[in-house]
């Protein structure tokens, strides 16, 4: 099988063409493999090869199994493969083997997917782009020079640059739709609870975060949340499944939805105006397809409030992080990246009441969404406030990285926090992507629809987000944009 005829199908198309006797599960893995071959060391998506024996292990399962020789990558970041290391993209824990699968790997592995590798991830996912100092940056198949966003960056470029049609990704704060808009992918954030988390963690950053994927085509991404849906054994709750496979419900009309556009921002002021064209357009879009479409000058929700309560979070939880991966490892602050540390110190010297005030808080804006909620069934907005930036665009210049050395050295994590240096590191982590905290606060589904390139052919997402539940509603209607505007045959020109 050569690489046309591989990257003319989807993950459901690859599979059937295994059922079908018409390839055979080694041609798939040998087209993936020599794909790799070919282009990753340009965006540097893949950084751990897993070897062929692992590989085929899934392949022992029935024809019948969803994805059954279909070729897939996880991410390095909490979903473990046993007997290989899960990084996180830092150095600290690039050599600890995992001695169990993740709950997701698992259902993946019994799928019948063939997983060859693990993607390039930010350290500890903890921002938009992916440029870890382990294993450098991962690169936009779109224009190399480029970010693919993160924190499920490699993962979107080995899609975008046709290794796999569809790779393991996960979402704390937009780090799937992140890299969907950046790379011209499809981006599916799923409702709280839908998708297992463990055994190796329970909920995720305090739940905000979850498993999925980034894909070509809107199938596939329904497709594999019907293969992860569903809690495990050790899970804190139930949450409700439908009662329909999400398979079943692509291309069903979604019937006449109310959207509500809004590119307002109190974090960046000033998006991009081709952020701004490509969420009008998508509103044109929309109404031309008989929804009702209206605009709003502001957002429906106190966006610079939730972005400080979500950062203190995210802080907060990256302290944890640092600790837990130093009794793991026995490392020092030696096997972390600066930025880390940084977010380490400030997070460890948060009061607690501060973060339990920050905890709350999420049931204020969930409240604000649900009010927005009772007259628009959907909120649209950019997936990011700019193009896919360049690579190295939020590197600390030399004196400010000094600076901050000196201070983490002095252990003065409380002045940390009101310094101009963590302001701008704020500014420069969340300006570019300021719309995408919303659902991982409030728990609700969101998508990123690639529907909008710039002159310069680089894509800019829309996002789309529903009430708590309404998964399967975004999938009927991305299938309705995808048949719309397909984007499936839009290639970059690696």
């Known amino acids: 099988m050569d690489h046309d005829e591989y990257a003319a199908h989807d993950a459901v198309g690859l599979a059937d063409l295994v059922r079908s006797g018409e390839v055979t599960r080694d041609e798939l893995v040998a087209a993936a493999r020599a794909r790799t071959a070919a282009v990753n060391d340009r965006v540097n998506a893949v950084v751990v090869d897993v070897d062929p024996p692992a590989a085929r292990a899934s392949a022992e399962l029935a024809d019948d199994a969803p994805f059954a020789g279909v070729p897939f990558l996880l991410k390095d970041l909490a979903q473990e493969l046993v007997g290989y290391p899960t990084s996180g993209g830092s150095r600290s824990l690039s050599t600890l ?137 050790d899970a804190p709750y139930l949450a409700a499944v439908p009662d329909e496979s999400f398979a079943a419900q692509v291309g069903r009309d979604p019937g006449r939805l109310r959207v509500a556009v809004c590119t307002a921002s109190a974090i960046n002021p000033e998006p991009d105006p081709e952020a701004v064209a490509a969420a009008h357009d998508a509103g044109e879009l929309l109404a031309g397809l008989g929804h009702d479409v209206v605009h709003l000058d502001e957002a429906p929700f106190d966006d610079a409030a939730l972005a400080r309560d979500f950062l203190t979070t995210w802080f907060v939880s990256c302290a944890a992080q640092v600790e837990e991966a130093k009794r793991a490892s026995g490392s020092g602050d030696g096997g972390f990246e600066p930025d880390t540390l940084l977010m380490a110190a400030i997070g460890r010297a948060t009061a607690s009441v501060d973060f339990v005030r920050a905890v709350e808080n999420r049931h204020t804006h969930l409240r604000r969404l649900a009010v927005f909620h009772e007259t628009h069934d959907l909120l649209l907005t950019p997936t990011t406030a700019t193009a896919p930036p360049r690579i190295g665009a939020f590197e600390q210049p030399a004196a400010v990285q000094v600076a901050q050395k000196a201070l983490l050295t002095a252990r003065v994590g409380g002045l940390l926090r009101h310094l101009p240096v963590v302001d701008r590191m704020i500014t420069q982590n969340l300006g570019w992507v300021p719309y995408t905290q919303l659902a991982n606060l409030t728990g609700r589904p969101a998508m990123s629809v690639p529907l909008h390139w710039t002159p310069d052919g680089l894509p800019i997402g829309v996002q789309l987000v529903g009430r708590l539940g309404a998964d399967g509603l975004l999938l009927r209607l991305a299938a309705q944009l995808e048949q719309a505007r397909p984007w499936f045959d839009r290639r970059p020109p690696l």
């Open 97 to 233: 083997p995992a001695t169990e699968n993740a709950a997701v790997v698992e259902r993946w592995l019994d799928a019948g997917l063939v997983v060859l590798g693990k993607t390039n991830t930010p350290e500890f996912g903890a921002k938009g782009i992916t440029e870890p100092l382990l294993f450098g940056p991962a690169r936009n198949p779109w224009d190399t020079d480029r970010t693919p966003g993160g924190s499920s960056g490699g993962s979107a470029a080995a899609v975008a640059a046709g290794i796999v049609p569809c790779a393991a990704a996960s979402d704390g704060g937009g780090s799937i739709r992140i890299p969907a808009s950046a790379c011209g992918l499809f981006g599916l954030k799923a409702s709280r609870g839908l998708l297992p988390g463990g055994p190796q963690r329970g909920e995720p950053i305090g739940g905000t975060a979850t498993h999925g994927v980034v894909s070509r085509s809107v199938r596939d991404t329904a497709a594999m949340l019907d293969v992860l849906i569903g809690a495990t054994d």
